[in-house]
T-cell receptor, first 117, second 113 residues
Framework: GAVVSQHPSWVICKSGTSVKIECRSL??????MFWYRQFPKQSLMLMAT?????????EQGVEKDKFLINHASLTLSTLTVTSAHPEDSSFYIC?????????????FGPGTRLTVL | AQSVAQPEDQVNVAEGNPLTVKCTYS??????LFWYVQYPNRGLQFLLK??????LVKGSYGFEAEFNKSQTSFHLKKPSALVSDSALYFC???????????FGKGTRLSVIA
């Protein structure tokens, strides 16, 4: 099956700094990628949809200036948490829809755990 | 709008007994339904999906799920639970195309030896 990778797998940063998380589709092209956020013991909440070659679309309540998304190529989307604060600490997961022959599938990265001190 | 309900926060079952994790959904068109499992500090692992066809779907690790259109349910089942099945289980739904999955809140399964 298709593989989605994320880097880093975990990161600790100081309050006020910015953190970039990369999401890559390793063996397929993804014109669309989804970014989810998961708080401890809670469900995945969709933050935004990343679109290659155009602006990301954000879910209601998600600050687009705080969570910058760039879909630089057909295999790479990045999420930058700007001026991070402790409340931004969370598990961030990206995913991409499947290949043309399997559009119903959605493949998930392993997640990035962000801790802001 | 799509939504998924997992009515149980926690399910406890003895090893060797059958298990059921419940899920109901709401979607405007034909549903595409999924079950994922998550182990601590790990990403999601795909278990099974229903797109069309047979209402009983068999997936990974001996899990299966039954699609019931009249009850809008997609309960996850396994005939004989293992301690290693203990994890967080998510039901998810999407409609057609490249729309993102919408997840239920998750159900924590605990299998006791």
């Amino acid at each position: 099956g298709a593989v989605v990778s994320q880097h880093p797998s975990w990161v600790i940063c100081k309050s006020g700094t910015s953190v970039k998380i990369e999401c890559r589709s390793l063996d397929f092209q993804a014109t669309t990628m989804f970014w989810y956020r998961q708080f401890p013991k809670q469900s995945l909440m969709l933050m935004a949809t990343s679109n290659e070659g155009s602006k990301a679309t954000y879910e209601q309540g998600v600050e687009k200036d705080k969570f910058l998304i760039n879909h630089a190529s057909l295999t790479l989307s990045t999420l930058t948490v700007t001026s991070a604060h402790p409340e931004d600490s969370s598990f961030y997961i990206c995913s991409a829809p499947g290949l043309a022959g399997n559009l119903n599938e959605q493949f998930f990265g392993p997640g990035t755990r962000l801790t802001v001190l | 709008a799509q939504s998924v309900a997992q009515p149980e926060d926690q399910v406890n079952v003895a090893e060797g007994n059958p298990l059921t994790v419940k899920c109901t959904y709401s979607v405007s068109g034909n549903p595409y339904l999924f079950w994922y499992v998550q182990y601590p500090n790990r990403g999601l692992q795909f278990l099974l999906k229903y797109i069309t066809g047979d209402n009983l779907v068999k997936g990974s690790y001996g899990f299966e799920a039954e699609f019931n259109k009249s009850q809008t349910s997609f309960h996850l089942k396994k005939p004989s639970a293992l301690v290693s099945d203990s994890a967080l289980y998510f039901c998810a739904v999407r409609d057609m195309g490249n729309t993102p999955l919408v997840f239920g809140k998750g159900t924590r399964l605990s299998v006791i030896a």
